[in-house]
């Protein structure tokens, strides 16, 4: 299973990959730049924009951000989450775990009932010269 987020800035083709699989056969998603493995366990990745219209930050996703009526205004932030899990069982029974995942639908959500740990990981970035 491949999920793919096409051209964010000079990254041509980022992948969310499950190649391999941990000790007990269950997959290891990675995040994978260009067909290059970067990091271990991201589940997910989420990316945001915060754009500023008249003191009133709004958030966007790519596909809003392209439409200049949808979401006016100059991008002056943007939020990053990632979900990231261990590549092996490391909790001795089942957890169930749930997620937020970052973006504008807030019923969207990442539920797991594993022995990997996780992690949700979340920052905003202030662009320099655009407020």
């Known amino acids: 299973m491949t999920y793919s987020i ?4 000079l990254i041509e083709d980022v992948d969310f990959d499950d190649r391999r699989k941990g000790s007990d056969g269950s997959p290891i998603f990675a995040l994978y730049r260009n067909g290059e493995e970067m990091v271990e366990g991201v589940e997910n ?48 029974v089942n957890q169930s775990q749930t ?6 639908n807030t019923h969207n959500t990442l539920t797991t009932n594993d022995r990997r740990l996780r992690r949700a990981f979340t920052t905003t970035i202030q662009l320099r010269n655009q407020g």
């Open 45 to 92: 990745l989420q990316v945001i924009y915060g754009v500023e219209n008249n003191n009133q930050t709004q958030y966007c996703d790519a596909s809003t951000l392209a439409d200049a009526s949808a979401c006016p205004g100059i991008t002056t932030h943007i939020r990053i989450s990632l979900i990231v899990a261990s590549s092996n069982n490391v909790n001795t």
């Open 99 to 104: 997620f937020d995942i970052l973006n504008l």
């Open 6 to 9: 096409s051209e964010v800035g």
